[in-house]
C-alpha cells in the first residue's frame, strides 16, 4: 500500500541557517510526528534555493514561506 505523504522543503543554506533555517526544520520534524500530522509530511533540507533575502524559506503545499516560524507553516499546513 502506498502512503502519499506531501513534502517540505526547509532551505539549510549558509544564509538560512544563519536565520533559523535548522532550528525550522528541527521544530517542523518535532510537530509533524505528532497527531495531527504524523505520517503525512516528509521533510527535506535543500541547499540555497536563491531567495536568501527571504530567509529562513520552506515551502509548503505550493506556497513559499518567505521569513517564516514554525507556526505559521503548521497554520497553513492544518488547513485542508
Ligand atoms: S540560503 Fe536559503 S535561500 Fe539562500
Given at each position: ?15 538560512c541557517k544563519k536565520s533559523g533555517g535548522k532550528e525550522l526544520y ?55
Open positions: 500500500m502506498k502512503v502519499k505523504r506531501q513534502l517540505i522543503l526547509i532551505c539549510t543554506g549558509k544564509d528541527r521544530e517542523l520534524k518535532k510537530s509533524t510526528a505528532k497527531e495531527p500530522f504524523k505520517g503525512q509530511f516528509k521533510l527535506i533540507k535543500t541547499k540555497c534555493m536563491d531567495m536568501c533575502k527571504s530567509a529562513p524559506l520552506a515551502v509548503a503545499k505550493d506556497f513559499y514561506f518567505k521569513k517564516t516560524s514554525p507556526l505559521k507553516v503548521l497554520e497553513v499546513l492544518k488547513k485542508p
